[in-house]
């Protein structure tokens, strides 16, 4: 049953259910959201409850939050119970083992997170006038509340991109991680984007797609009405074999939700697929909208040298171009990434913990991984593999963002 409380004028509620609001009132305020992609749309969060990707036994149970004030929707939060912390991609399993070790129950945790989503957008959806600060200590007040009733022992808020300072400020410590971001930078066609790179790395890019191409093999890239069933059907083979391959399951998306993409979210849809003597091996869907595009999921039933890349890289960099996409966002981790024009990013999450001793270890051991990831984001920048010129103009090495830079 859903949650209600009422504070300081505002209405908040905790839904069971993204159902229990209407869609109109939900993308009221999606639809103004300038960062990450079409995962905070209702359509994507209501097909992954409707086709069994969340829910029941899946480890996330919907608990989105909404807040009214004068019967007007003001800020609505995608968020999740969770009893375990797979598909977040901001690891957290050392802490849920010290409190299972002091005899303390870690799960069930709240997040505000995107499921198997790490790509960063807003988390705190607000419409336009309405302040970050104000709606962000309203919810902390209602989750106390609700967490005393539901056992709750945490809130995280994963891959937002609100200020963190609003979050510290109400005792929600930073914790940062890198990803890797390719950036169009008005490129008009691929060998423009190639041009930026060493001479070197532009050859190796080169031989390797033209090496692919002369092994007969054909890859298509297709979106909107293009996509059909079979196509999809295709895709769900190769993702579930190759999960099957590495994880000894077939992945956390059902063919259900697949063929819902290709039914209600088509035009948000960009699937990549590779054949070799007419029979399908291989394939990539991404997700774009005027934000970005996302590469998400992958899947080979014949392993080619270089495939991937081709497939998840250079074909998505080849569709951010002929699109004019500000950002490509090729999925979480991978250093391989650098060497293929992608930079290192930030990304930015709050964590609270309800005991007081568990908090202030989180806290501190945050302050001591922070200049451990500073590092690593520098050693990432300083192998880019753009020439001196694109260095100078758009990569400033003396410059590189600090602790305070949060």
């Known amino acids: 049953m859903a949650y209600e409380v009422n504070i300081q004028g505002y209405r908040v509620r905790c839904l069971d259910a993204i159902s229990e609001i209407a869609q109109d009132q939900w993308d009221s305020l999606a639809v103004h959201a300038a960062t990450g992609g079409p995962f905070v749309q209702y359509n994507w969060l209501a097909l992954l409850e409707d086709t069994g990707c969340v829910g029941q036994d899946t480890g996330w149970q919907p608990a989105h939050w909404v807040i009214y004030k ?10 999740y119970i969770k009893t375990d912390s797979y598909g977040e991609y901001v690891f957290d399993h050392s802490w ?3 409190y299972h070790q002091h005899g303390f129950a870690y799960y069930p945790k709240w997040i505000a997170a995107i499921p198997f989503t790490p790509v960063t957008g807003p988390r705190l959806l607000l419409r336009p006038g309405i302040q970050l600060n104000d709606c962000l200590s309203t919810l902390k007040q209602a989750q106390e509340a609700w967490a005393n009733q539901s056992g709750i022992s945490s809130f995280h808020w994963l891959f937002h991109d609100h200020n963190c300072a609003a979050f510290e400020q109400l005792a929600l410590p930073t914790r940062r991680s890198v990803q890797f971001q390719w950036v169009n930078r008005n490129y008009s066609s691929f060998d423009d984007f190639l041009a930026v790179l060493t001479s070197r790395k532009r050859r190796d890019i080169r031989k390797t797609r033209q090496r692919l191409a002369g092994n007969g093999l054909v890859i298509q890239t297709l979106t909107g009405e293009q996509l059909t069933t079979a196509h999809m059907t295709t895709f769900i083979d190769c993702y579930q074999d190759t999960y099957l391959k590495r994880s000894g399951h077939t992945g956390y998306l059902t063919p259900a939700f697949f063929y819902g993409l290709q039914e209600i979210m088509a035009d948000n849809v960009c699937l990549v697929m590779a054949s070799l003597d007419e029979q399908p091996i291989a394939s990539a869907l991404f997700l774009y909208d005027k934000t970005g595009l996302y590469g998400r999921y992958w899947g080979c039933l014949q392993d080619i040298d270089s495939l991937h ?20 966002n090729p999925g979480t981790q991978g250093e391989h990434k650098i060497l293929r024009g992608f930079e290192p990013i930030f990304c930015y999450s709050q964590h609270a913990m309800r005991h007081p001793d568990f908090h202030q270890a989180v806290d501190n051991f945050l302050q001591q991984e922070s200049p451990v990831i500073e590092q690593y984001f520098n050693q990432a920048q300083d192998v880019l593999p753009f020439n001196n010129t694109f260095i100078t103009k758009y990569i400033n090495i003396n410059n590189k963002p600090s602790s305070d830079d949060i």
């Open 70 to 79: 004068d019967d007007v929707l003001v800020a609505l939060v995608p968020g």
């Open 309 to 328: 890349f081709e497939c998840c890289y250079f074909r998505g960099i080849d569709f951010a171009i002929e699109k004019q996409l500000p950002v490509f």
């Open 96 to 98: 849920a083992n010290a």
